[in-house]
């Protein structure tokens, strides 16, 4: 079991400064546990209480996440859900890979509703399918296509809303 909790002072994220002051007296909460009852089975649960801006506004998250990755195998799944003072959003999505020595085709698909009281256009669904190549065991190049659908009307069909990816991943 693994976890992690901290408090934190300071403006919310929403303000986009760095090194923002306080813009209120409360302060605000996040953490995670996690669980791995297989070597290569692990999920969480992680939280976020808080307030933003001078009026307090609520600013609350919760997520769970499970993962495998054993073999060629991966498999992720992550389910959001957060409250923004009255408005709620909630999202999930779902990738899966295979990888063939330094090659590894993924799949995703991604859901996410900016407003789950309301049929607005905060609705969106992204499926994406690609290609990693591991460079060696901490760094890969990563070729997607994600499709996007949204309640706005635009669609798969409408080449503007999609996009091509190209990035590099690193870690250390």
């Known amino acids: 079991m693994d976890w992690v909790l901290a408090g934190i002072n300071g403006s919310d994220f929403s303000a986009m400064l760095a090194n923002a002051e306080e813009d209120n007296n409360v302060k605000d909460f996040a953490g995670r546990i996690g669980y791995s009852p297989l070597n290569n089975l692990s999920g969480g649960v992680s939280l976020y209480s808080g307030k933003a801006t001078v009026a307090a506004l609520t600013r609350n998250r919760t997520g769970l996440d499970i993962k495998y990755e054993g073999g060629p195998y991966y498999l992720l799944a992550e389910y959001m859900t957060g409250e923004n003072d009255v408005i709620t959003a909630q999202g999930y999505y779902a990738e899966a890979g295979y990888r063939i020595s330094d090659l590894q085709p993924v799949v995703r698909y991604d859901v996410y509703d900016g407003n789950t009281a309301a049929a607005d256009n905060s609705e969106i669904t992204i499926t994406a399918v690609g290609l990693n190549y591991y460079l060696g065991d901490n760094a890969k190049l990563?070729?997607?296509?994600?499709?996007?659908?949204?309640k706005a009307g635009v669609g798969w069909s409408d080449a503007d809303n999609n996009v091509w990816i190209l990035q590099t991943a690193v870690k250390f």
């Open 142 to 150: 990563q070729f997607i296509y994600e499709g996007k659908l949204d």
